[in-house]
């Protein structure tokens, strides 16, 4: 079903994360390995019977369980600016209210895939190279 994903990874691979997060690192559970197997196999269900059914259309959406997982992946990986945030948030209390409640890709929307929508929508896609 990667296949599907194609120009979220080829924009991944212009992206500064591609050298430091594999698409595993984001969105699976980095946790435990039960934890990790158990998401692969939920979400691999779920887009097998997607690529079966057809039910992609050309915008995916990302599942609240999913979504989770990556801000708890983005909040371990950058702990230090997180925990620099929320210090901040606490000192000036009136202009970060809700700051440190916000997905991080509220801000950050273009990383690491680019400004790419939906599956049709290609910026950044020069194709897929091999890694």
Avoid at 4 to 24: D, E, F, I, K, L
Avoid at 43 to 68: K, P, Q, W
Avoid at 76 to 93: D, K, L
Wanted: some cysteine; aromatic content about 6%.
């Amino acid at each position: 079903t990667c296949h599907t994903m194609n120009p979220h990874y080829a924009t991944w691979q212009h992206s500064s994360h591609r050298g430091q997060a594999p698409c595993v690192e984001c969105h699976l559970p980095q946790d435990s390995l039960l934890d990790k197997m158990l998401a692969k196999s939920r979400d691999g269900f779920n887009h097998s019977v997607a690529m079966t059914l057809g039910g992609y259309g050309y915008n995916l959406r990302i599942t609240s369980d999913a979504a989770e997982r990556i801000q708890a992946n983005c909040i371990a990986c950058h702990q230090e600016a997180v925990s620099m945030m929320v210090e901040n948030a606490a000192r000036y209390e009136e202009a970060a209210i809700g700051a440190v409640d916000r997905p991080c890709w509220d801000c950050h929307r273009d990383v690491p895939h680019g400004t790419t929508r939906n599956l049709t929508t290609t910026q950044n896609n020069l194709g897929v190279k091999e890694i």
